[in-house]
């Protein structure tokens, strides 16, 4: 029983190490209101009340009560409920999605069928904050609220003011809890308001249910990531804030995961190796000089010293049986009487029986410190085990919260140098120029003017510090195209300080014809084939000539002959000159007989007009 004994001592070692962290009872009521009567419906609350539920009950909350779109009585009841399971609870949590209202300093949820048609119907339809305070009091080790409800409030803008003073805040107001072990948290801090997120959770639900469920992780550190997340999310608008103060001690609402076993089971302690020693003398003296108060090793080297003890007494009866068995082969051998053999034969009849029930006992103690010592050696590689997932968990955990610490103040810095970058700016845009130019040459101001002048796409001429037409035309087309009224005759400060205001080019730029403009520079334009570029810089399509048929046209070619006929002809040997003649007509031989009898003599011209 000594090995049974010690594996029932290692099983309630190791249920106490599992069921420590569930010892405390844990309650939890979520409310999520979406669908408003009154006013347009909130999306996201209702998602959100389910993820957070979930959230609680992975979280091994005894009882998670989710509640979605809540009229009034609905939500008194609720209440009501949740408060009788609070008294008998060492946690109690209360989450809620959905309006709320300030009046007087005074925080209001709003159930989903309320009017608020005047300041005064809050106090009838609304419940106060200290409703819920009220309803967790009873629990005795934490009270947690979260309100989610610090939304853009439709009501405060439409209901009638009974009383010309009341305030009516914007969002939710500080609020300091007068009981101890309590925390209020907002998704937004008082006076400002939450975003119901583009998404189908709130940023501040999905922080919540990423951050509160790390075991073992403090309520106020826990907070601390659900706003350095919520800040990232919504580009530093909107800040979750914390009420209320805990004690000293670490408040998690998941307690760390136990070590599996006790300390008497930890494979480095100094019991374990005097154990393993004395198992390695196998000895009764070495298994006595093992004393240790009462625990896990203990009861093994009580079963080690047992087994021990069997062997011991199998020894000594199997020595008796022996000496019974030669007495009785003595006393057979030497023909002693009757009654003396009959009675060596019944002693070593007995000490045979011992000797059998002492192998048998000793057979099973060593069943025994086999099996106990083959539980030592499975609890110490579990307890080796879950240190070792332990210890990864936590440097995990380390890392992680290293990380979003480091990503969240590097967001942070970030933000803050945008801020003062701008805050600079601006600080710089609003200082007044100088009435004192600083000193500089004429040409050297001109020369700065021309190059930020080029620089706008106003000049194309180089920058030679000399203030020429075409600078002044650059000045005036800067001018035109710019809105300003400088004096083109004159590069001035003013002028200058007003160009380099201009990020990009002004003046637009002009290309000639068979050129397009491509940011600031001028390209070829390419037509496909049989298209060419047009009068407008647009490539049109090529008409093709068709061949036109000609007639002979004689009275243009008799036209012509007679021009011909009707110059004068070139001077012939024989002939004093070139004779002139009348308009229309021309000269002809008056004897072609003659001529052609090769008498030259007698040839003449007359000259004849039709």
Known sequence: MGAFRIFLFLLTVLCLGCGSAHAEKRVALVIGNSAYKSVPRLTNPVNDASLVGGMFRKAGFDTVDVKLDLSVVDMRKALREFGSKAREAEVAVIYYAGHGIELDGNNYLIPTDAALETDTDVFDEAFPLDRLLFAIEPAKQLRLVILDACRDNPFAKTMKRTVAARAIGRGLAKVEPTSPNTMIAFAAKAGSTASDGDSKNSPFAAALVERLPTPGLDLRK??????????????YKQ?????????????PLIAAKPVVAGPQANPDSEIRRDYELALQLGTRDGWTAFRFPSGFYTDLAKGQLNK????????????????AEEEKARLAAERANKAEQEKAAAAAKVAEEKRLAAEKAKQIEEAKAAAAEQRRKDAEAAVAKAMAEKQAAEKALAEKLANDKAAAETAAKLAAEKQASASAEQKVAAIAPSSTPPTMSPQETTKLVQSELRRVGCLSASADGDWNASSQRSLTLFNKYAGTKFDAKLASFDALDAIKAKPGRVCPLVCDHGFKADGDACVKITCRAGYRVNDDNECEKVQDKKPVAKRDDAPARDTERKKTEAAPSKPQSGQAGCRPVRPGCRLEGNSPAL???????GY???????
């Open 239 to 251: 800040e979750p804030y914390v009420y209320g103060s805990l004690g000293g001690d670490d408040v």
């Open 595 to 601: 001529f052609a009898k090769g008498n030259m003599g």
């Open 308 to 323: 021990i003890a069997a062997e011991e007494t199998r020894a000594t009866t199997a020595d008796k049986a022996r000496q």
């Open 604 to 610: 003449t011209n007359v000259e004849v007009c039709n």
């Open 222 to 235: 826990a907070f601390g990531f659900v706003r350095d997340d919520v800040l990232k999310n919504t580009a």
